[in-house]
């Protein structure tokens, strides 16, 4: 069984959420919080295997929320769930220690997948994400290091057309 907390500030989207993991073979919604606080205070008494986080919370943001946890509580994995598709801001968090990003535009089948591949240890993007990453290797623009670092402007055109 695969235990998920859930940390949104937004109180619909978290119930929302309990409500359609609830119906999914595996996986079993743990706790809720609506901040960074609100999570660690209730982490040392709630075995937790996934924290699905939201990018914008009050007063600590996800990136210090992801550092933390990955010092205080290694074995629990984070995995970002955002409607913001920035480059930038998915290295970041990746950088931090997140391990995947989903996006909330995803469908539910997306995101327990992301759940489950987190809970394994794997790294996950939304398929979005993903696809808009090997366009821009298709188009010759080199991806952000966090994305592909060993394979960054290694790849022939002919590589990149079969990838």
């Given amino acids: 069984m695969i235990r998920v907390f859930l940390v949104d500030d937004h109180t ?3 119930h929302g959420m309990r409500i359609l993991l609830a119906n999914r073979p595996g996986l079993c919604v743990v706790g809720e919080a609506g901040s960074g606080p609100d999570l660690f205070e209730q982490l040392p008494t709630t075995p937790t295997d996934v924290v699905l986080l939201d990018i ?9 929320i992801t550092r933390q946890l990955r010092e205080q509580y290694p074995g629990v994995q984070v ?3 955002s409607m913001e598709a920035g480059v930038e801001r ?3 968090l990746l950088d931090a ?3 995947g990003y989903v996006l909330k535009t995803a469908g539910l089948d997306e995101v327990v997948y992301g759940i489950r591949t987190a809970a394994d240890g794997r790294p996950f993007l939304s398929c979005d994400i993903g696809f808009a990453a090997l366009a821009r290797l298709r188009d010759g623009v080199s991806p952000p290091e966090a994305f592909a670092p060993e394979v960054a402007g290694k790849l022939s055109r002919r590589e990149t057309e079969v990838l």
């Fill in 97 to 99: 220690g997140a391990r």
């Fill in 12 to 14: 619909v989207l978290r």
């Fill in 79 to 81: 995995l970002v769930l």
């Fill in 90 to 92: 998915i290295a970041e």
């Fill in 56 to 64: 914008h919370l009050p007063g600590m943001g996800a990136t210090a």
